[in-house]
C-alpha cells in the first residue's frame, strides 16, 4: 500500500497506517503553503493513492480532470488513536487500497466512484 498523506488528516491515521505496513509519504515534504493541486500531482508523480479530509480534491479530479491515482476522502474527525487504528484497518480492506478510484469515507461506511476515463 502506497500512500500520500494530506496535513489535514490527523497524525494518529499517519502512525496507525505505518503499523499495518503501508508506505507512506507526507505532503508535509512540500511545506505547509503547498497547494492542494502540488499535492495532488505529488502523489501521483510517485504513484501513490492520496488521503486527505480537504474537499477541493474532488473539485480538482472531477471539476479540473486532475490525473490522479486514487483519493481516499475522509469525511469525519478522528478523535483518538484507537478511532485511528480502526480508520486505517478500512483504509487498508479498500479494494487495491484506493486505486483507481474515489473513495468517500464517512461512519457508516464508503463510497467509491471510478477514476477511470
Do not use: Y
Not at 501521483?44 to 486514487?70: E, H, K, M, Y
Amino acid at each position: 500500500m502506497r500512500f500520500c498523506i494530506d496535513h489535514s488528516v490527523h497524525g494518529g491515521l499517519t502512525r496507525a497506517l505505518l503499523e499495518c505496513g503501508a508506505d507512506l509519504r507526507s505532503a508535509r515534504e512540500l511545506g505547509a503553503e503547498a497547494p492542494d493541486s502540488a499535492i495532488l500531482d505529488f502523489a501521483t508523480a510517485d504513484d501513490r493513492v492520496l488521503i486527505a479530509q480537504d474537499t477541493d480534491f474532488g473539485a480538482l479530479v472531477f471539476n479540473d480532470r486532475r490525473a490522479c491515482v486514487g483519493v481516499v476522502l475522509i469525511r469525519f474527525n478522528i478523535r483518538s488513536d484507537q478511532h485511528a487504528a480502526e480508520t486505517a484497518n478500512r483504509i487498508k480492506a479498500l479494494p487495491n487500497g484506493g486505486r483507481g478510484a474515489f473513495v468517500t469515507m464517512d461512519l457508516a461506511g464508503e463510497r467509491s466512484r471510478s477514476l477511470a476515463r
